[in-house]
């Protein structure tokens, strides 16, 4: 057989090889097995040097002319090969992005932590700041510092959640042991409020939980008394239940007794009851600071007075969304927490 046969035969294997090659894989074993140094056409090349020298030149010539045209085969099924691929995964992976998403749930707050938010930046825009205390509290922040004599009923064990036999630490009956805190830590003037969870040993109904929600105001400063309260509980009411002065929520203010305020007054509210009742709801207590408070917690009370008050969450939040029960506050229902969504 001629060189120029072999040569032809040489490239057609190649050529056809490569066109049946359908993968990257198979073109690189196609471009090794036939360009290769163990390829027939490389061997064919090694050998130019034994021939007659008058075939050299255009045996040379022609070996070339094959090598070039294998190569450009092999760049030609490459690109079609990678095209090919490419199009087989746009196929495959085709998004119809005429068809809608998929939705993500979003979470929303509590009812009664979007109150609690509000209320805070009502009094952060009064120039109050936030504090914080435990929810188990000493006995000494939950009730001596705050002038509750030993003996007093809101000492005792069928209200209060003692957590040790000595009654010495106790879940918090509310949260004006935080007051005591922050003046032991601060010195007057003080403008803070403090929110946060509550215990008593209640029994469950519309209007009680032994887990609820407080917010505890305070405000010291020199000449600071019951008008200043007043005031801001006025001020307070009208932000949160955003009314016009004509239908403005009905409110009245009641005088009460605490232990750590004289006077003490009681905020209530005109809503109406499960059964569909129009009555009185208190929202807070409140009052002038007693001395006692004041000088307990290391500040000179000839000097520095003020007032304070601790509302309840809890019901401000179902008298802003009308809700009869306070219970459905608890019962972690969907279908009533997504109202507040
Ligand atoms: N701690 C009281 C309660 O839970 C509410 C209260 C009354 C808070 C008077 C105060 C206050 O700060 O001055 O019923």
Do not use: C
Not at 34 to 39: A, D, P
Not at 90 to 112: C, M, Q
């Amino acid at each position: 057989m001629s060189s120029a046969e072999d040569l032809q035969r040489i490239e057609r294997e190649a050529l056809a090889a490569i066109a049946a090659a359908t993968t990257p894989e198979e073109i690189e074993a196609a471009r090794v097995a036939h360009t290769g140094r163990k390829s027939p056409l490389a061997r064919m090349l090694a050998g130019i040097g034994s021939l007659p020298p008058e075939q050299r030149g255009p045996v040379g010539k022609a070996g070339n002319a094959a090598r070039q045209a294998i190569e450009h085969a092999l760049e030609e099924r490459t690109s079609a090969v990678q095209a090919d691929a490419l199009a087989s995964r746009l196929a495959k992976e085709r998004v119809d992005i005429t068809l809608p998403g998929d939705r993500r749930k979003v979470g929303a707050l509590h009812p009664i932590m979007q109150v609690r938010r509000e209320i805070e930046d009502i009094f952060l825009g009064m120039g109050y700041a936030i504090a914080d205390g435990p929810e188990v509290e000493t006995e000494y922040h939950n009730f001596s510092a705050l002038n509750t004599p030993e003996g007093h009923p809101a000492r005792s064990m069928s209200d209060t959640l003692y957590v040790d036999g000595e009654h010495r630490t106790a879940l918090r009956p509310q949260t004006s042991p935080v007051q005591v805190r922050v003046m032991e830590r601060q010195e007057p003037p003080i403008f803070a409020i403090a929110p946060g969870a509550v215990y008593r040993r209640d029994d469950v109904d519309a209007t009680h939980s032994p887990m609820f929600h407080q917010l505890e105001g305070l405000a010291i400063d020199e000449g600071l008394g019951m008008a200043d309260l007043i005031g801001t509980l006025e001020y307070f009411v009208a932000r949160f239940f955003d009314r016009s002065l004509e239908s403005r929520l009905e409110s009245r203010i009641q005088p009460h007794f605490f232990t750590f305020t004289e006077p003490s007054i009681e905020l209530h509210v005109r809503w109406t009851d499960k059964r569909g009742r129009s009555t009185w709801l208190e929202l807070l207590g409140a009052g002038v600071v007693d001395p006692n408070v004041i000088e307990g917690a290391g500040h000179d009370p000839e000097r520095w007075t003020g007032f304070a008050f601790g509302m309840g969450l809890d019901r401000i939040a179902m008298v802003r969304h009308g809700v009869p029960d306070l219970r459905l506050m608890y019962e972690n229902d969907l279908r009533f927490l997504e109202q507040f969504a």
